[in-house]
């Protein structure tokens, strides 16, 4: 009877030793900004695992005529008709030191001689506490079409999982990426 009880003993310690250490205070977000930890191997592949990114829809997103509506095979059509992206299957970002990632959003009828791609994209991580991250400028692209796009860059700090949002005249668009 003893041998069974002293596992339990040594096994509620530590998980009471685990919780203490979890419920100590964060780190400050500016210590999180400036000194992101690099996960890897299979802490990044925990991440990856718990992370919702977010998936092709059951009934898949086609953008309105005349705009671009092709992709691989390994990339869908994610919005409205409103505001939509192409994301990757799945939708996992590689970021290496301090390249950013692009983005490419459209709108219906944005004209790019009349209107300012006056697009804004924040990055809000969701498995612990980091600041918002907010994307640059965007500028008028033409991707394959004579319709333009609004092209903004985004410089993710760390690994994990971050939910973008994008905006623009009212019109909002989020979803979820795992970052490695």
């Not at 191997?41 to 009934?59: F, M, N, R, S």
């Not at 992709?71 to 409205?80: I, R, S, V």
């Not at 991580?125 to 991250?133: G, H, K, N, T």
Request: charged share 20%; glycine share 4%.
């Amino acid at each position: 009877m003893r041998s069974r009880v002293f596992p339990k003993t040594i096994n509620a310690l530590f998980a009471l030793v685990c919780f203490v250490l979890l419920r100590s205070s964060p780190p400050t977000q500016s210590a999180l900004a400036s000194a992101p930890t690099p996960m890897q191997g299979h802490a990044q592949d925990e991440v990856a695992k718990a992370c919702p990114v977010t998936k092709p829809p059951a009934q898949p997103f086609i953008p309105p005529q005349p705009y671009w509506r092709d992709h691989n095979p390994d990339q869908f059509w994610y919005g409205t008709e409103s505001l939509w992206t192409l994301l990757g299957i799945p939708s996992t970002w590689h970021i290496k030191d301090s390249d950013g990632a692009k983005l490419t959003y459209w709108h219906r009828g944005f004209d790019w001689r009349k209107d300012k791609p006056e697009l804004a994209v924040v990055a809000k991580r969701l498995d612990r506490e980091a600041p918002i991250v907010a994307a640059g400028p965007a500028n008028a692209v033409f991707v394959t079409t004579d319709k333009p796009a609004m092209m903004t860059g985004i410089d993710i700090p760390s690994s994990g999982c971050w939910e973008i949002t994008a905006q623009y005249r009212g019109d909002s668009l989020s979803f979820v990426a795992s970052v490695q």
